[in-house]
Nanobody, 123 residues
Framework: QVQLVESGGGLVQAGGSLRLSCAAS????????VGWYRQAPGKEREFVAA????????YYDDSVKGRFTISRDNAKNMVYLQMNSLKPEDTAVYLC????????????????WGQGTQVTVSS
């Protein structure tokens, strides 16, 4: 079992930055791939970024490439999403997800999900 808790969301002006954190508890977290997803009101949940268990490989949706960076610190059971050059269209609830399978993590079928943190970008 893995429990995930997101934090770091808030209100920011367009062009600003935020760093989201995903704190994990449970055994063997370092063996899990972790992804970030977001869901805006009235829209489906969409993939944002993912990182492999050792952090050696990262993946991004085209809409955030060059602006967002995913990273992890397995010693602290933490995964981060640094978000720069934020745009109003980045407004959403951001959720982290974890699974031992990178494929499931990237496809939205991860076994474990957090509750999310709200990010609002004003124009």
């Amino acid at each position: 079992q893995v429990q995930l808790v997101e934090s770091g969301g808030g209100l920011v002006q367009a062009g600003g930055s935020l760093r989201l954190s995903c704190a994990a508890s449970g055994r063997d977290f370092s063996r899990y791939a972790v992804g970030w997803y977001r869901q805006a009101p009235g829209k489906e949940r969409e993939f944002v970024a993912a990182i492999t268990w050792a952090g050696g490989n990262t993946y991004y949706d085209d809409s955030v490439k060059g602006r967002f960076t995913i990273s992890r610190d397995n010693a602290k059971n933490m995964v981060y999403l640094q978000m720069n050059s934020l745009k109003p269209e980045d407004t959403a609830v951001y959720l982290c997800a974890a699974d031992m399978s990178l494929v499931r993590t990237k496809s939205g079928s991860a076994a474990y999900w957090g509750q999310g943190t709200q990010v609002t970008v004003s124009s």
